[in-house]
């Protein structure tokens, strides 16, 4: 009996010495924000086995920061899409969107005409995204304001860019727009089309932004945010409509489906990426309700898809996760404790 307790006891040592018995037990997380400080609007993309992602910069010079990631928790900042200011734009450099497409490398984003003030969309490109952008110009100019640009490939290979627009007339509501791009990128192709037309039904308070266009299973899901994103009131939220045909026919799901919670408040204006895998990971910003004056900092979650109900849905729920399972197995996210400490109030 003695020989017996004494074997299980080696046995139970060599177990928990053993490297891969901590990592069966215990469950790889990450902690939000993944991009940590003022970090609005965020796009991302993947190239090959890389991340890329961007955020609004405001008045700041240089604009638009630029991050790089090979397993969307750990972020190396590579520099900016533009150290000067466009020589068309003169300030409010918001909601840049990246694009890639046949080794180029291309930069959507929204700024102040300094002729007349209006926000409107421009574009540059790059052939290597560590060396900064050429600035294209203007492609959007449309009412008192255009911005929010995000781009999207379909089946048949056309691109098409969705942007958020106030009317030409008065009293006309915001839209969200639609329009076929260029096969270079850079101008747009016949005659733009809305998501959200009121006169079909389209239900929102006029304060719609920040589309994110994606396909899947055949149909096509528009995510965009609604409800005032930047102050102490705000109510942000992310909401999600779909359609069999992307120029009409648009339902809206009624209820949001990531909102604000007890640690994280006013989710939103996020960008998907898509895994090589093939798994769906949201890029968005929210404001930490402990650290209101940070702004609003870059966070991570998984969506899925509810495959009776065909509408999709956050792994781990409708607030922001506080942490959650890393995205690949045997990474592990190089933070500061303090930091981690910090956004775990």
Same mark, same amino acid.
């Given at each position: 009996?003695?020989?017996?307790?004494?074997?299980?006891?080696?046995?139970?040592?060599?177990?928990?010495?053993?490297?891969?018995?901590?990592?069966?037990?215990?469950?790889?997380?990450?902690?939000?924000?993944?991009?940590?400080?003022?970090?609005?609007?965020?796009?991302?993309?993947?190239?090959?086995?890389?991340?890329?992602?961007?955020?609004?910069?405001?008045? !700041?010079?240089?604009?638009?920061?630029?991050?790089?990631? @090979?397993?969307?928790?750990?972020?190396?900042?590579?520099?900016?899409?533009?150290?000067?200011?466009?020589?068309?734009?003169?300030?409010?450099?918001?909601?840049?969107?990246?694009?890639?497409?046949?080794?180029?490398?291309?930069?959507?984003?929204?700024? *102040?005409?300094?002729?007349?003030?209006?926000?409107?969309?421009?574009?540059?490109?790059? *052939?290597?995204?560590?060396?900064?952008?050429?600035?294209?110009?203007?492609?959007?100019?449309?009412? +008192? +304001?255009?911005?929010?640009?995000?781009?999207?490939?379909? $089946? $048949?290979?056309?691109?098409?860019? @969705?942007? *958020?627009?106030?009317?030409?007339?008065?009293?006309?509501?915001?839209?969200?727009?639609?329009?076929?791009?260029? !096969?270079?990128?850079?101008?747009?192709?016949?005659?733009?089309?809305?998501?959200?037309?009121?006169?079909?039904?389209?239900?929102?308070?006029?304060?719609? +932004?920040?589309?994110?266009?994606? *396909?899947?299973?055949?149909?096509?899901?528009?995510?965009?945010?609604?409800?005032?994103?930047?102050?102490?009131?705000?109510?942000?939220?992310?909401?999600?409509?779909?359609?069999? $045909?992307?120029?009409?026919?648009?339902?809206?799901?009624?209820?949001?489906?990531?909102?604000?919670?007890?640690?994280?408040?006013?989710?939103?204006?996020?960008?998907?990426?898509?895994?090589?895998?093939?798994?769906?990971?949201?890029?968005?910003?929210?404001?930490?309700?402990?650290?209101?004056?940070?702004?609003?900092?870059?966070?991570?979650?998984?969506?899925?898809?509810?495959?009776?109900?065909?509408?999709?849905?956050?792994?781990?729920?409708?607030?922001?996760?506080?942490?959650?399972?890393?995205?690949?197995?045997?990474?592990?996210?190089?933070?500061?404790?303090?930091?981690? !400490?910090?956004?775990?109030?």
């Amino acid at each position: 009996m003695i020989k017996r307790m004494k074997l299980q006891i080696l046995l139970w040592i060599v177990m928990i010495s053993s490297p891969s018995f901590g990592q069966n037990q215990i469950p790889q997380i990450y902690q939000n924000p993944v991009i940590a400080g003022d970090f609005p609007d965020p796009t991302i993309i993947r190239v090959g086995k890389t991340y890329y992602a961007a955020g609004t910069s405001g008045n !700041k010079i240089p604009c638009y920061p630029l991050y790089e990631s @090979t397993d969307l928790i750990n972020w190396k900042k590579i520099g900016p899409i533009f150290n000067e200011r466009p020589s068309w734009a003169s300030n409010d450099f918001w909601a840049p969107e990246l694009y890639y497409k046949d080794g180029t490398y291309f930069a959507y984003y929204t700024a *102040k005409r300094k002729s007349d003030h209006v926000s409107c969309i421009g574009v540059a490109t790059t *052939k290597d995204i560590h060396k900064g952008f050429t600035d294209q110009g203007i492609i959007i100019e449309w009412g +008192e +304001e255009a911005i929010d640009a995000f781009v999207f490939q379909d $089946d $048949d290979k056309k691109m098409y860019i @969705t942007w *958020k627009a106030y009317g030409l007339t008065k009293g006309r509501k915001v839209e969200l727009l639609c329009s076929e791009l260029s !096969k270079d990128g850079l101008h747009l192709v016949g005659e733009h089309f809305t998501f959200s037309d009121y006169a079909q039904g389209w239900k929102g308070g006029g304060d719609d +932004e920040g589309p994110c266009l994606t *396909k899947h299973d055949g149909i096509y899901y528009l995510f965009y945010s609604n409800g005032g994103c930047c102050n102490n009131q705000c109510a942000y939220c992310i909401r999600v409509a779909r359609s069999k $045909d992307l120029r009409s026919g648009w339902e809206q799901l009624p209820e949001p489906i990531l909102q604000g919670g007890d640690v994280w408040r006013c989710p939103g204006h996020g960008t998907l990426v898509i895994t090589q895998d093939k798994r769906y990971f949201y890029l968005y910003h929210s404001f930490n309700v402990a650290n209101f004056g940070v702004g609003r900092q870059g966070m991570l979650d998984e969506l899925v898809w509810d495959k009776e109900k065909g509408w999709p849905k956050f792994k781990n729920g409708n607030t922001p996760s506080v942490k959650a399972a890393v995205p690949f197995k045997n990474t592990k996210q190089e933070r500061d404790t303090i930091s981690i !400490k910090e956004y775990s109030k």
